[in-house]
């Protein structure tokens, strides 16, 4: 600040100085002063002019700023938790005491006797006799010989013109003929016969009757009284928020690329001339499957959820159980069980097997071969061509069949049944049943309770509220004060000398 004043009062000081030798000039904005040459017509004078120019200084400068500051604080918080307590009471405890009372009864039990009856019954016994014999038939064998004929040929290799020509021959055909020979058998049939008979018997069948007999005893009836209380609790209600991610997503994409297919070199043969070239053969593309991964950008939708802590107070239901006796009615039924003679009627069947003589017939086919000749023509090509002649040589096989009478002989078996009388002895079981008087005691049960009072304890939920340090972090405002450079400027008076 002191050199400023300094440069400011020698402007002024020469400012002034160079005024006296003026006589017209006028001072502008700032201090800075213009001097403009005398208008006399005969002296010229030299003048200078004063010019400002900026002169620029760094100052360091204290800047105030707010700053946010955390601070770590401990505060109480209320929590609820439920404790349980033990609370006793009251309770009515059946106690059940047992006692048997005898109780006589008179029962008819039966008493079973089994005795053996025979019964004599005359069965047919039948006995099958087996007999051998003979049946003599003649058959047509055919034999068949076998000889070789030479065939004498010319043939032009090679041939460029095609000639049909025929060739003619002869074979024996098989002609098959059938026919029916009938045969007489006899067989025996069995008739079966069926007699139904009944056999009659007793048996004791229990009747039961029920009668019906009151029995009283006590209960205790639970009454359940229920109150309403309330409760506070707190929880966490979920609170949601969206916001968008952008994620790359890699996906694989089934692509076709179509490869062409490989030249191979072919060998063929011209069907005028019979000369062999070779060409040039591309075969069939391929066309190949690949799959390629592909990225993409994909916007999704994140849901953020934040929990804020709600009290909700609610009614909670309270259950006390008393007990009150009660006396009821209950019917025992009793059943007592009698037996009543039945009697009972068993049918059963009696099957007899009788045979009988049936005459059958059978149709028999007997087939006969016989051979015709035939006369075939079997088609040949003959290829002609300018070159030399060629004479072959063909053996051909001629078959010759011959038939000749055989005599054979086929053996079969002739069965005859007859039947033969027997006699059988059958036991048959018969039970006789008789009821005789039993005396029994049986023993009852009978149940009687008593309440005796019993102290219980049972756990009761009680909330209790307590107080937990919870660490929280609060924010405050401060002013720290800093230095910054800042660069001043100041317009200095410059002296400029005129040429």
Same mark, same amino acid.
């Given at each position: 600040?002191?050199?400023?004043?300094?440069?400011?009062?020698?402007?002024?000081?020469?400012?002034?100085?160079?005024?006296?030798?003026?006589?017209?000039?006028?001072?502008?904005?700032?201090?800075?002063?213009?001097?403009?040459?005398?208008?006399?017509?005969?002296?010229?004078h030299a003048t200078s002019t004063v010019a400002l120019m900026p002169q620029c200084e760094t100052v360091m400068q204290t800047v105030y700023q707010t700053v946010m500051v955390p601070e770590q604080l401990t505060v109480m918080q209320t929590q609820y938790k439920t404790v349980m307590k033990e609370e006793p009471y009251t309770v009515l405890k059946p106690v059940q005491e047992t006692s048997f009372v005898t109780r006589r009864y008179t029962v008819a039990k039966p008493v079973y006797e089994t005795a053996t009856v025979?019964?004599?019954?005359?069965?047919?016994?039948?006995?099958?006799?087996t007999q051998q014999m003979e049946r003599r038939y003649k058959v047509m064998k055919p034999v068949t010989r076998t000889s070789t004929t030479q065939r004498e040929y010319s043939v032009m290799k090679p041939v460029v013109q095609t000639q049909k020509m025929e060739r003619r021959y002869t074979v024996q055909k098989p002609v098959v003929r059938t026919s029916t020979v009938e045969k007489k058998y006899t067989v025996m049939k069995p008739v079966v016969q069926t007699q139904k008979m009944e056999r009659r018997y007793t048996v004791m069948k229990p009747v039961q009757t029920t009668s019906m007999q009151e029995r009283r005893y006590t209960v205790q009836k639970p009454v359940i009284q229920?109150?309403?209380?309330?409760?506070?609790?707190?929880?966490?209600?979920?609170?949601?928020?969206?916001?968008?991610?952008?994620?790359?997503?890699?996906?694989?994409?089934?692509?076709?690329?179509?490869?062409?297919?490989?030249?191979?070199?072919?060998?063929?043969?011209?069907?005028?001339?019979?000369?062999?070239?070779?060409?040039?053969?591309?075969?069939?593309?391929?066309?190949?499957?690949?799959?390629?991964?592909?990225?993409?950008?994909?916007?999704?939708?994140?849901?953020?959820?934040?929990?804020?802590?709600?009290?909700?107070?609610?009614?909670?239901?309270?259950?006390?159980?008393?007990?009150?006796s009660e006396e009821r009615v209950e019917q025992i039924p009793v059943t007592r069980t009698e037996m009543v003679a039945e009697e009972r009627v068993?049918?059963?069947?009696?099957?007899?097997?009788?045979?009988?003589?049936?005459?059958?017939?059978?149709?028999?086919? +007997?087939?006969?071969?016989? #051979? !015709?000749? *035939? &006369?075939?023509? @079997?088609?040949?090509? /003959?290829? $002609? %061509?300018?070159?030399? =002649?060629?004479k072959r040589i063909e053996q051909i096989p001629v078959q010759t069949t011959e038939y000749v009478e055989e005599e054979r002989v086929e053996p079969y078996e +002739?069965?005859?049944?007859? #039947? !033969?009388? *027997? &006699?059988?002895? @059958?036991?048959?079981? /018969?039970? $006789? %049943?008789?009821?005789? =008087?039993?005396?029994?005691?049986?023993?009852?049960?009978?149940?009687?309770?008593?309440?005796?009072?019993?102290?219980?304890?049972?756990?009761?939920? +009680?909330?209790?509220?307590?107080? !937990?340090?919870?660490a929280v972090t609060r924010t405050s405002a401060r002013v720290v004060a800093t230095q910054q450079a800042v660069q001043s400027c100041t317009q200095v008076p410059v002296i400029v000398p005129a040429y």
């Open positions: 600040m002191k050199g400023r004043g300094k440069i400011r009062f020698c402007a002024l000081a020469l400012g002034g100085f160079l005024s006296l030798g003026s006589q017209s000039a006028w001072a502008t904005y700032g201090g800075a002063v213009q001097l403009a040459c005398s208008r006399s017509p005969v002296v010229a025979q019964r004599r019954y005359t069965v047919q016994k039948p006995v099958v006799q229920t109150s309403m209380v309330n409760e506070s609790h707190n929880v966490l209600k979920p609170v949601q928020s969206t916001r968008q991610v952008v994620e790359t997503v890699s996906a694989f994409e089934n692509r076709q690329t179509v490869i062409p297919g490989k030249v191979m070199l072919q060998t063929a043969v011209d069907g005028c001339t019979g000369c062999a070239q070779t060409v040039a053969v591309q075969t069939a593309p391929q066309v190949l499957n690949q799959t390629v991964m592909v990225q993409r950008p994909v916007v999704r939708n994140v849901i953020e959820t934040s929990y804020v802590q709600e009290t909700i107070t609610r009614q909670v239901p309270v259950q006390t159980c008393t007990y009150v068993e049918p059963y069947e009696v099957r007899t097997c009788n045979y009988v003589a049936e005459e059958r017939v059978e149709q028999i086919p +007997v087939q006969t071969t016989e #051979y !015709v000749s *035939e &006369e075939r023509v @079997e088609p040949y090509e /003959v290829r $002609t %061509c300018t070159y030399v =002649e060629e +002739v069965r005859t049944c007859t #039947y !033969v009388a *027997e &006699e059988r002895v @059958e036991n048959i079981p /018969v039970t $006789t %049943c008789k009821m005789v =008087e039993e005396i029994r005691e049986e023993k009852l049960p009978v149940t009687t309770t008593k309440y005796l009072q019993e102290t219980a304890v049972r756990q009761v939920p +009680v909330t209790v509220a307590e107080q !937990v340090p919870v």
